[in-house]
Structures are given as C-alpha cells and as structure tokens.
C-alpha cells in the first residue's frame, strides 16, 4: 500500500507504458511465490468489493477479464490440488499432523490471495497515478483511486498500443503457471503414491503383536484415501482391497469378528463408520428416569444433590432424565433408590416408551420387559391406571422386574413368564397399545457389552431377525385396531444393523396390509430410518422410523418404529382357507367393540352366513359324493386311531388302491388339523372342522364370557368382603 | 389366583390390621372413582390388586402369572401370614402407628439394623408396645416398618444406643433380597453390588460403567459377604468360582 501512495504523491506520472508494467509484475513475482495467479483472484475479490465500482472501461476489461477468464480455472485448481497433495508427504505421522498441515496449507494460499489483494491494490494504484488525485485524506483518496473515471483514463492509454505485448505478457505468465500447476500435481501423485503403498506395505510388515498407533494410523489413512481414490489411490489397487485392508484393521484394532465388522461397516460411510467403532469404545453417560409416580425431577435432583452427586437434565426431549457426571455415592443404593424415586436406564430406553405414548385407562403390553425400565415409565405414564401387561421370556430376569415394579410403586402390572410369540394373541389380545422391545444382537450397545464383537455370528443375525418377525407379528395381531385412543405397535431394538429394524418392519409390512408406519412423535430427535440398503428398497414412509446412534446422538444404539394397525388382520390372507373362515372373525369384531371400522365389515358375516348355506345345497359346491365322502370318514377315524395309540398301523393295512388317492387329500386336512393343534396366530385359524370353528368363537367371545364371570366373582366377592369386613372388625376390636 | 378363604382372609387382616387398625377399611372399600382393589392369592403369595386387572389375570396360565398388582406378602405352610416389603406402601398409606427417624438412622435402617432410640426424631402419640409401625425419614418417605420395642412413653427414658423399634422389613431388601448379584460399575469402581441366592456361573470381565449380572454356581455356599457394601477399596473378590478383579478397571 505503502508503494502506491510514494508514487501517487509524485505528481503526475508519464502513461503507463509496457516496461514499467512489467517491472511492477516482475518486483510482484518476486514477492509472492506464485507470481500473477494472485490477479484474477484479486479481480473477484474487488469485484465482490463495494469500493469497485460497476462502470469499469471496457478496455480494461478485456484486458484483465481475458486473462482472468484464461487463469480463474488455473487457481481454482491449484488449491484443491495442493491441499490433496500437501499431506501426503506426511503420511508417516498422525492424521491430525496433516490436518494442520491442511489447514496450514489452506490458510498459506489465503494468505496468497490476500497478500495478492495487496499487490494487485498497488497495482491499481499505479494505474491510477495517471489521474491526478493528490487528496490527503487517505480515505477519501482510496475510494477515488478505485473510481472507474480513473480506471477508464489509465485504460485507455494502456489499451492503444500496449494492449497486444500487455496481452502476450499476460498469456505467457498464464503459461508457466499451468506448467507449475501440472508439476505440482504431478508431484502431489507421486507423493501419494509414496503414502498409498505406505498402507499395503505396512500390513505385510505387521508381526505377531500389532503396533495399535501404527494400526490407527493406517485405519485414518485408508479412510483418508478411501474418501477420494481417484486422486489418491493406487493405480493398481480397487476400493475393495482398501476397503478389506480398512476391515482387517479394524478387527485387529477393536476385536470384532471380521463378519460383524463388515455388517456394521456397511451401514456407514468409512469415515462415519470409524466414528461409530470409536464410539464403541466410549461408555454412554449415565441416566437416570424420576419416577413421577413418587417424586418429581426437581425434588429428586436437588436431594441427590444434597448427596453431592453432580447432574443435569438429560436433555430437552425428557422431562423425566437426569444425567448424572458424578456421584460420591453408590447411585443404585442411596435411599432415594430404594424408595423408588428413580431407576437407572439408560437414555435410548427412554425413547421407545415415549414413542408408545401410552394413556391413562389403556390396556398395554410389554413383550419384552426385564429389567422393567420401560414397562415401569409406561406405567408412570399412565399414572397407575389401565393396566400394563409386562412379559418376559426368563424367569430369572422376571423376578428381578418384578422387583423394579414394587420399588417404583407400579400397581397396575400384571407380570407373565411366557413366550410371547405363541403366548400373546392366544393368552390376551385386544390390546390398546404393544410394546415390542425386541430381543436383539446387541449391536447398538457394544460399549456395554463387548462380548458382541465375537459372540455374533451368521446364524445369529438370521435366527434373531426372525424370532424378532415373530414377535412383531404376534405384537400386531394382539392390537386392538378398532381402540378409540390407540392401535399403535412400537417396535425398538438396541441393534443397529437393518436386518433386525429396517427389514424385519419391511417383512410385516408385507405380511399385514393393515398397519402403517406413522410417525414416532420423537421430533427431530436421531436419523430416520433407511429407506434402501444394499439393493432392497424399503417402504418409503420408513423415514418415519427413527435411528440412533452413539456417534451421533451419544446414546445407545437403537431403533424405534411406531406402528398403527388400522383394520382387522386379513384371514384368507395368512392362511389358505375359504372364505368362510372369515366368519367367526367378523362376529368377534362384532362382539368387541362398535366402531366405524367394524361398520363396514359387520355387513359380511350375514352374507356369509347365507352363503354358507347356500354353497352346500348347491352353489359353488358340485353335490355331495357319498362314496368320497365315507373313505374320508374312514379315514380320519383310522387317523384318529392312530394317533390316540389304539391302531398304530391302521393306515398301513390300508389298501394301495385308495391310499394315493386318501393321501392327498389327507395332507389336506391333516394339515389344518395341525394348525389348530399349535393354533399359533389367532388369524391363523382355520374353520375347516366345526371344532375349532367353535375354538374361535370361544375365543372371541371372550369379552362376554369374562364379564359373565366377573359378575359371579363379583357376588362371591361381595361374600367374602363382608366377612372380610367383619373379621377386620373383629381383629381391630 | 383367586380370592382368598374366609380363614385366609382373617389371618391376612389380623396381621394387617396390627398396622392399619381401623384403616384397614379404606383398602376394601371401593374407591370415589367406583375403582375398586381386591386381595388375590396366586400359590401361596397374596397380592393387593385392582379388580379389573385381577380380572384380567384370569386369563394367564398360573404357573407363568408371576405377580398382578402389589404383592403383600405370602402364607407359610403352617398357615401364618408373612408380609413383605412390598406391602410398605399400602401400609404406609394406611398406617396408624409411624415413627420419623433422623437421616444417621436412615443407612442403618436400610443396612437391616433395628431403629435405635438415637436415630427416632418423632414417634406417633399414644404408641403401644409391640406395636406394627411405619418408619418414615424425615421426607416422610416410607423406608420400612417394624414393631415397637417399648411404648411410646417408655422410650423416652431409654438410653440412645437400646433398640425403639425392631425392624420387619426395610427398602434395603429391594437390594439384599433379589437373587441375582447385580454389579454397577461407575467410573472404574464397582458402585454396587447387590445379591442373594446365586444362580448360575458364568465369569465375565468388568466394564467400565456397566452393570452386570454376575451368577454363581447353584446351591454353594457363598464367601462371607456384608450385606450391602461399598467395594471401592477392595481390590478383588470372589464370589465362589467368579472372580471379580477390579485390577481390569484402572
């Protein structure tokens, strides 16, 4: 700057001519290292700027605009280019090294331009000294050297004559600069090629014990190469080997079976990947849930303050989460714990039961439910009305519930040991809202449980996903659809693989036309859910579903999915069975509850009554076949025999004749009867046999029947009370 | 489950009754909201249940319904009522002897000690000996409920080490009275450590931060272990084949 206001001050100068522009650009290539680059850079740098103005001379722009149309893909190159090529000589150090180095790089070429500003001021400066501007405000006299009046007068004597040697200066300036762009990038390869072969070479080298910092190294490396292989990468060497090395590492760096590691690795990108392994690492914060059925969060905080321990609410999305950073007491034995006044859970289980958003005066299962964390808030949720049915498979575990539910003063639980596949529509169904906390891999929570990094195998993830189809299943088929404030599945598991979430959703999707994914109501809390993986395509409405992860969220790895059951489980559509089957199916929606729903379908089973007639005398039927119709009979008398043990072979004496022909159509039957024998899912239910037609219905008509006994006990009840009343009489007396 | 004998019913409320007294009322009458509870017996264990959801219950096989509503308590063989800490609240509720304890009594208590006369901050009036009464902190949480040694009047005059009230069951059993161990690792230490009856062995490493489930091997003897202990400065135990080395956690 300096520069230019000397010379302003010595009076008009003589027109610029073509040596001294020359000499001002060799003294600016001396100055910085990369000489006239800077220019056109300058050039949208002041153009951006207020102080340039709008009326230019066109000549001059010609003249710049030429050269920095020529150059503006020059250096819009050369920096991407150095900043690739610059930490590659690095490659032996830490990753972070190079990330200074990059941004050492990054800030030295902002300097550049910068530096370049000022020249290019100079410059203009020196163009400017044509037009006589003496002023001594300095201010004043800088927003008048960039006035285009000036501009334009210096042009135009630049223009005349000078303007074909200024343009050939220009040109071969240009020229040199793309040499040393080009060798400067053809260094910046061979650099990488030293560091790339670095990666491959290193892992031959590796002896018996793995250097952990070199492995790291060479983990941020491959990434690093892996985010741009084009640039970076060995001509000789596809993604898939850097992408095998990268996995091979991992394992040996954090001990995960290569399978798992290859499962987990391929939900993310390798640099979201290395997060979430390192996350792995790292244990959660603790959390604790205020039990608001004894205590509210602010009373609890202050008396575990009072105890010295150190937290804070967990976050906006809970009202009832406590984090805790530090605690002189033991946190799951102050007295405020045994009293009940808050349970230690972690803050994904939070999630699912808030998804749930059960309602006071609702019926609710829990499928999956030690150690009771979730079933215990949805309890709280429903201040202790309704009712909450809370199963789990293990005994052991369930005690250890049931424990959770007296200390936290839980009164409407009713707890089961069953196998909820089997046991749920069956036992009782006709629930407002289902939660499914799957049974899982575990994937999402490996800074708990480590063990998982080995323990998991293929099997594993094919047996697991379909226990976990089972259990969504059954969950859907005991939901009540027509409930007036419910209908909702909530399906969560603390895995974060998509066979377990995405796809076993996918599969009930399919299997049950009559849910939808609605919206978890967890806000903008986690990712949504994916929508393909690996080639299958999901519902679209799968984005509702909601994914956590501890690299992002820095909570445990989970999904929730918050389903809505809107109809009756379509019967025909599980089972081969006719049309028929669909009426005792009805006459339960009939007996259950009124809705709007039901409306519409209460209209069939009447149909199907009249039809069911109407088929045997004639309709679709042919006519009876007596003969057909007495070996059948046979032989299901023969089966009977059979299986009851009282003529083990009475099917083998059969005569060859008949047999093929019976055996067909014993697969026939035999099958159903089978079915009714497991009678697994309730829309399983085949009406084949008047049986278990009556089976059904029985079952249907549960709700009556249960209310019939509820009078009865209630009179019984009503006896025992009374003498209740007068024992108590008598042993307070 | 169903509802209980007549003679079951008398030696259910005697005993409840020796804490509730007239109270004892409010538990079987229905509520303002027509809701009403009931007393169920499901094997030889009692429980207080709203009689909607023991309705419901109705529909579970017995030998996989583990519990509905609040447990009370449960008959021995001999036909003696025995009742449990998980009563508290309804005792609580309805108590008509309580005695506040000061907050030096409270660990004690929930260690299973008895109440001593120096731990008492307030007593309910009129007290008798031999009473059933609820001990509440000075919150008036309910930690548990014993029997008075000496009546109310008497205890005054009691030195302060000499027992006020002998302990029946304490909120420490939620701890001491599952049959599981259950470690909590909090900042490389164990924090916690609660176990009873073991089940099964199974040694695992310890985690930074991590609560787990540590089993034994069925019917062994156990090491001698304090109820409920803090085990920061223990370098290491064992628990019969498991052996737990805080060695791995620093």
């Known amino acids: ?733 | 489950m169903r509802s209980l004998t007549e003679e079951e019913t008398r030696t259910l409320f005697t005993k409840l009754a020796s804490y509730t007294g007239r109270s004892l009322n409010s538990l079987i009458t229905p509520a303002e909201d027509g809701s009403q509870s009931v007393f169920r017996l499901q094997g030889c264990r009692v429980y207080y249940v709203n009689k909607d959801i023991a309705n419901l219950s109705v529909s579970f096989p017995r030998d996989q319904l583990l519990s509905a509503g609040t447990m009370v308590g449960k008959f021995t063989k001999t036909g003696k009522f025995r009742i449990n800490l998980t009563a508290l609240d309804l005792l609580a509720q309805n108590a008509r002897y309580k005695v506040w304890i000061k907050a030096n009594g409270v660990m004690p208590l929930l260690y299973g000690g008895s109440v001593l006369k120096a731990h008492v901050a307030r007593f309910s009036e009129d007290c008798p000996e031999n009473a059933g009464v609820v001990i509440l902190d000075s919150n008036d949480v309910p930690l548990g409920f014993g029997v008075t040694a000496r009546s109310s009047a008497q205890i005054a005059k009691l030195d302060p080490t000499s027992i006020a009230v002998h302990r029946q069951a304490d909120a420490g059993e939620y701890l001491r009275e599952v049959s599981w161990i259950y470690l909590q690792i909090l900042k490389g230490q164990i924090a916690n450590i609660h176990y009873r009856r073991i089940r099964c062995s199974q040694p695992k490493q310890i985690r930074h931060d991590t609560e787990y489930y540590i089993f034994a091997p069925r019917k062994r003897r156990l090491g001698v272990l304090p109820d409920l202990f803090d085990l920061t400065k223990v370098d290491c135990f064992t628990i019969d084949s498991v052996l737990i080395a805080p060695s791995v956690m620093n």
């Open chain 1, 1 to 733: 700057m300096g520069v230019g206001r000397r010379m302003k001050k010595q009076g008009p100068p003589a027109p610029l001519d073509e040596s001294k522009i020359t000499m001002l650009k060799k003294r600016k290539a001396g100055g910085a290292e990369a000489p006239p680059k800077p220019a056109p850079a300058k050039r949208r740098r002041s153009d951006a700027d207020e102080a340039v103005s709008k009326k230019e001379a066109p000549k001059k722009k010609k003249v710049n605009g030429a050269a920095s149309k020529a150059e503006s893909k020059e250096p819009k190159k050369q920096p991407s280019v150095t900043k690739k090529a610059v930490p590659v000589p690095m490659s032996d150090d830490d990753e972070d090294m190079e990330d200074d180095d990059e941004f050492g790089d990054l800030d030295g070429i902002s300097e550049g331009s910068m530096g370049s500003d000022d020249e290019v001021e100079g410059l203009s400066d020196l163009e400017d000294d044509d037009s006589v501007v003496d002023s001594d405000e300095e201010g004043h006299t800088r927003g008048a050297m960039f006035s285009d009046d000036e501009d334009s007068d210096a042009e135009e004597r630049l223009t005349a004559a000078n303007i074909e040697g200024l343009s050939r200066k220009l040109d071969a300036e240009q020229q040199e600069e793309e040499e040393a762009a080009e060798q400067e990038m053809q260094e910046a390869a061979l650099q990488t090629n030293i560091a790339a072969p670095d990666v491959f070479a290193d892992q031959t080298q590796q002896g018996l014990a793995p250097d952990l910092q070199l492995l790291r190294q060479r983990i941020t490396d491959t990434i690093r190469i892996l985010g741009d292989l084009k640039t970076l990468g060995l001509p000789g060497k596809s993604r898939t080997d850097y992408i095998d090395l990268l996995l091979d590492d991992i394992c040996t760096y954090y001990g995960y079976t290569r399978f798992l590691a290859e499962k987990l690795f391929n939900l993310f990108t390798p640099r979201e990947a290395f997060a979430f392994f390192e996350a792995n690492e790292t244990p959660r914060p603790v959390v604790i849930r205020t039990n608001t059925l004894r205590t509210n969060r602010r009373s609890l905080a202050q008396a575990l303050i009072n105890r010295g321990v150190v937290l804070e609410p967990v976050g906006k999305w809970s009202k009832v989460g406590l984090q805790v950073f530090e605690s002189p007491v033991p946190l799951g034995a102050t007295p405020e714990y045994l009293a009940g006044h808050y349970i230690l859970q972690a803050a994904s289980s939070f999630l699912p039961v808030m998804a749930l958003a059960p309602q006071p005066n609702e019926r609710v299962l829990d499928m999956a439910s030690a150690p009771g964390g979730k079933t215990t808030y949805m309890s709280a949720l429903m201040r202790n009305t309704g009712c909450v049915v809370a199963n789990d498979a293990s005994k052991p575990r369930a005690k250890g519930l049931i424990g959770n539910i007296h200390r936290l003063g839980c009164k409407n639980t009713i707890v089961t040991n069953m196998d909820a596949r089997t046991a749920f529509p069956k036992a009782m169904g006709g629930f407002d809202r289902v939660l499914l906390d799957a049974p899982c891999t575990g994937t999402g929570v490996i800074s708990k449980d480590p063990g998982v990094k080995t323990s998991k195998n293929e099997r594993d993830f094919l047996a697991i996903p379909h226990m976990q189809r089972q259990l969504l299943l059954a969950a859907i088929d005991s939901v009540d659809h027509a409930s007036k404030t419910g209908g909702y599945i909530v399906y969560s598991t603390c895995s974060v693989t998509v066979e377990e979430n995405e796809a076993v959703v996918q599969y009930v999707l399919r299997k049950r036309p009559n849910v939808k994914i609605v919206d978890t109501g967890l806000g903008g809390f986690g990712s949504p859910g994916f929508l393909s993986y690996m080639g299958k395509t999901f519902d679209p409405k799968m984005a509702l579903t909601r994914r956590y992860f501890p690299h992002r969220e820095n909570v445990d790895g989970f999904y929730v999915c918050k389903l809505k059951k809107t109809a009756v489980t379509p019967v025909a559509k599980s089972d081969d069975t006719e049309p028929r089957s669909k009426g005792p199916k009805k006459s339960r929606s009939t007996s259950s509850a009124a809705s709007t729903d039901d409306e519409s379908i209460d209209k069939t089973p009447i149909v199907d009554e009249n039809g069911h007639a109407a088929d045997f005398e004639g309709g679709a039927f042919s006519s009876f076949e007596d003969p057909e119709d007495a070996e059948r009979i046979a032989r299901a008398e023969r089966n009977r025999l059979r299986r009851k043990g009282l003529n083990p072979k009475g099917v083998l004496n059969k005569p060859k004749k008949s047999k093929v022909e019976v055996s067909e159509k014993a697969n026939e039957t035999a099958a159903p009867s089978q079915e009714e024998e497991t009678n697994a899912v309730a829309s399983k239910k085949t009406t084949n046999e008047p049986k278990s037609e009556k089976k059904t219905v029985a079952k249907e008509d549960k709700k009556p029947v249960t209310a019939e006994k509820e009078e009865k006990k209630a009179a019984a009840k009503g006896k025992a009370e009374k003498k209740d009343k007068k024992s108590a009489k008598k042993a307070s007396k």
